[in-house]
């Protein structure tokens, strides 16, 4: 199912929460990157707070996350994680949830494990393939040198990394000399194997799900590649996610909702909601697809998507009629109720 309210098996009218919202700004940041994050966190807990939620914003630092949140009574607090990492710490993304279920506070979204499944991006592959869900060929290579790999184009990426990390446009490789010079970057510069899959040079589906006993389907949104002409730059790169001065974000736009057929449609949420919970997501997630010659293929799951007001999970909520504030709302009711005093 699409658009309209969520399925009531995940939703009960629940009492305003007293919302702690956690974001953390990573120290080598450029001040402008600072104040955008910091800005958008104030967005999303000005949008909460107007639905009726008491809100208090909390930006992390350093790796004393357990001291920070001591003054917090987990039985009287819901937190909604905004959290990527514990400031300067790469890869803490899980850390940030281990901490939080540690101490027994209700939050949002996944689950610590659940986190760290989707950074292992062969394992994940792996899992997806098991259950019947169509990925690209893939291989991994954990060191430089002669590879056993023919199918090109081809793109090359850290095997442990998110939130496209170690993919830019030369990422994306054409030939077997190109293949093995950027496979030895990548182990040299990110110290972990290279993930090589086919590049499915085709339409790409940023998919929003929400909810846990049902799971529902926002409306998909297609990365609009038709202003790049060269194939290495019909991708979503960390430059077109991350900087907007860049010519990579200026190009690519979101087109909300994505025009599919029926089957298409039903192809992509099967497929969608099944990695979904495979992964292990809660509350929300993005998964990630592409399709060539008619066949949909899932290349990434998000646990922990942006939930900025321009990114894909907000802009489908608002297709299906949650304002952002509607959107923040839902997310704390359903760790609401998961916590133990409700």
């Not at 062969?122 to 019947?132: D, E, Q």
């Not at 093995?180 to 972990?192: K, N």
Request: hydrophobic share 40%; aromatic share 8%; net charge negative.
């Amino acid at each position: 199912m699409t658009g309209g309210a969520a399925p009531r098996a995940n939703h009960r009218p629940l009492s305003p929460a007293n919302v702690l919202l956690l974001y953390d700004i990573h120290p080598e940041w450029q001040e402008d990157e600072r104040h955008r994050v910091a800005r958008e966190s104030r967005r999303l807990g000005t949008a909460i707070r107007r639905r009726g939620h008491r809100v208090e914003m909390l930006e992390i630092q350093g790796d004393h996350l357990a001291d920070t949140l001591a003054p917090y009574d987990p039985a009287e607090t819901v937190i909604f994680n905004c959290c990527e990492s514990l400031p300067g710490q790469d890869g803490s993304e899980a850390a940030v949830v281990d901490v939080l279920e540690r101490l027994g506070f209700a939050f949002t979204g996944a689950t610590a494990d659940a986190i760290r499944l989707s950074y292992d991006k062969p394992r994940v592959r792996a899992l997806l393939a098991k259950h019947g869900i169509a990925v690209p060929r893939w291989a991994q290579f954990d060191k430089p040198g002669r590879l056993s790999w023919s199918l090109f184009p081809a793109i090359v990426k850290p095997a442990w990394e998110h939130c496209s990390i170690g993919v830019d446009r030369w990422a994306v490789v054409l030939d077997a000399d190109e293949l093995a010079r950027r496979v030895a970057h990548v182990i040299a510069a990110y110290d972990q194997p290279a993930l090589v899959e086919d590049f499915i040079d085709g339409r790409e589906f940023h998919v929003p799900l929400w909810g846990n006993d049902t799971i529902e389907m926002l409306p998909p949104v297609e990365m609009d590649f038709s202003a790049c002409r060269e194939v290495r730059d019909r991708l979503c790169s960390y430059e077109s996610k991350f900087s907007p001065e860049s010519t990579a974000y200026r190009q690519i736009r979101s087109r909300i909702p994505a025009r599919l057929t029926a089957a298409e449609r039903d192809v992509l949420e099967t497929s969608c909601r099944l990695a979904y919970q495979l992964v292990g997501c809660r509350d929300y997630g993005r998964i990630d697809v592409r399709q060539r010659d008619g066949q949909m293929y899932v290349l990434d799951v998000n646990p922990n998507a942006d939930l900025s007001v321009d990114a894909s999970v907000a802009l489908a909520a608002a297709k299906a009629g949650f304002c952002y504030g509607a959107m923040g709302s839902r997310l704390v009711e359903w760790a609401q109720n998961r916590a133990p005093h409700q």
